[in-house]
DNA sequence: GCCTGCGGCGCGTTTTCGGCAACGGCCTCC
DNA sequence: GGAGGCCGTTGCCGAAAACGCGCCGCAGGC
């Protein structure tokens, strides 16, 4: 990048804190990074370095320029990365933020297929509920975001949105595994263990619940499916999960599931989707296509 | 700054969608500009417009390229800010986006008292409807944003959001005016003037007719706010508007207004914030933080 | 007292940049 | 169907900026 050398200049000016060492470093004579130091000090109106005996030092102004100018030199680092991304499929790299009801399931699997095709493409999955995950697709930290909410579509760009029953989770020799579905009626006969509050899922079975006049005074509470599941897994609780993130029968895990009546717990949303404008690399973008079909399959209407 | 003339220029050109009318609106040539865009393109590899009979168009490594380059511009604002205000001038820009009801009284008074302590800053003040207001922020073009919302929070980074209850305009003569309070039903009675469908404010009144069983067949529509002050002062008509942006008595306009009961119109909010994650320039950020302290005063919750 | 390394500066050369004019393509209007 | 207009593009040439070279004055250290 042309434009930038002045900007390289002073960068390394300020590391080694000569002029002339400096010059030696990029291969140019003294007088030239002198020039281009006082003309880029008369830009800006005053000295960024004090001159000394044995050579120059940032001053006040200077701290505030170098900042800039290192800000400056990294931003154009991470535009060259990204062409790069969009240049070629075959190396590239996805992130993707989402909810923790995908990381059992869904996720792992999507991204294995994917990872058939493209072996050379980079995953990065970070775990995040839907206020952080529309942060991070602001502020340019992930690619894609796939939440679940309860209450709304988040403000992203919404590629696609499917509905999501509720399960009910249960021990794999429980008494109500294997039922076709459950009214939520006959899982208030068991004790329940809950994901806490910060859970989009909560919510739901909250309102259900108050809306028949139970209220919710869980067993167990906790911020973890990981963990609910593996207490499932040794009690008599029943605990309940979107369809995505449910285990099923025979995963050898010692846990099932069972959908609950569409009646009793309205169904939330999973939501896929990206930054609004943005345009995406190739590699997230034949990612986000995959991730949309199979959404589609699963849960699309009919 | 020199070494952006470059940036300036492929900004303007995305801008205008033409090389010939950047390089008139620069005041060069277009051969300059054309060799320039070339120059640049063959640095990052690739090209980032496509050509077109009638103009260019950013392609989708352009769409990421002008992201930078506006950054960058936005960058360099703030560095210069920073200096101006480390050498005590205080010299600086801030631009901000905001809804029409802003524009008579609020802004203008936020904005005075500012530029009383800091003569030398320079403000910029875009009428924009919320979307717009957003695009605005993401492009770089403005750095605040103050906008009226009905519908839900938009897709910023919200420094503070207050809500805003309706207040019904009329003349200052008008038989309602001087009440301390007005039912939505007793305004009715008089003709109505309202904002057209593209305001937020518009569906909260809509909204708030038909749940009652009315309906909204205003004698005026117009999208001019300053329009239906000038229309209500003139006849018995009464209009709304949210409070931040209604006229009070004695101020020799004509028009006074009077608030309308909660109950029967639910309040919309008022959202002011920033692009997420975007550091603002000194003045912004002072600006900032004297808009929000204000608004945390006369909307606050207690 | 000499030597070394430093920032600063004037001069001649080289490279870059911008303006001018002209070309070919596409669209529209007559 | 042809003329005119707007577009991006390119060759040419003069102006301006950048660069390298050599030199100066200065401050420490051996």
Redesign the pocket.
């Known amino acids: 990048m042309?434009h930038l050398?002045t900007f390289r200049l002073i960068d390394e000016v300020a590391r080694l804190g000569?002029?002339?060492?400096a010059a030696e470093a990029m291969a140019?004579?003294?007088?030239?990074v002198?020039?281009?130091?006082?003309?880029f000090e008369e830009e800006l109106g005053e000295p960024i370095f004090e001159?000394l005996?044995?050579?120059?030092r940032l001053n006040a102004a200077g701290e505030l320029a170098i900042h800039h100018v290192r800000q400056q030199l990294a931003e154009t680092d991470r535009l060259r990365s990204r062409l790069a991304d969009l240049t070629g499929v075959r190396r590239g790299h996805v992130s993707v933020a989402c909810s923790q009801a995908l990381t059992p399931y869904f996720l792992p699997e999507e991204i294995g297929r994917y990872s058939a095709l493209y072996p050379a493409v980079r995953f990065e999955v970070m775990v995040q509920e839907h206020g952080a995950a529309s942060g991070a697709l602001e502020a340019y930290l992930v690619d894609l975001a796939l939440v679940f909410d309860a209450a709304g579509p988040p403000p992203f760009e919404i590629l696609i949105a499917v509905p999501q029953p509720i399960r009910a989770m249960m021990a794999a020799d429980h008494p109500l595994a294997g039922r076709g579905e459950l009214r939520l009626r006959e899982c208030l006969e068991y004790p329940l263990a809950l994901p806490t509050r910060a859970f989009g899922g909560r919510m739901l079975i909250e309102r259900s619940l108050a809306a028949r006049g139970f209220s919710a005074t869980p067993e167990l509470e906790s911020n973890s499916f990981e963990y609910l599941k593996a207490h499932v897994a040794r009690s008599r609780t029943i605990a309940f999960q979107i369809d995505v993130g449910a285990p099923r029968a025979g995963a050898g895990e010692g846990v099932t599931s069972v959908p609950v009546a569409a009646r009793d717990v309205h169904a939330g949303s999973l939501y896929f989707g990206q930054l609004k404008g943005r345009t995406l690399s190739v590699a997230a973008a034949r990612f986000a296509d995959q991730v949309t079909r199979r959404l589609e399959e699963r849960f699309g209407m009919g």
Chains 1, 2 share one sequence.
């Open positions: 042309k050398t000569s002029i002339r060492r140019i004579t003294a007088s030239a002198q020039r281009r130091l006082i003309a001159r005996p044995h050579g120059v």
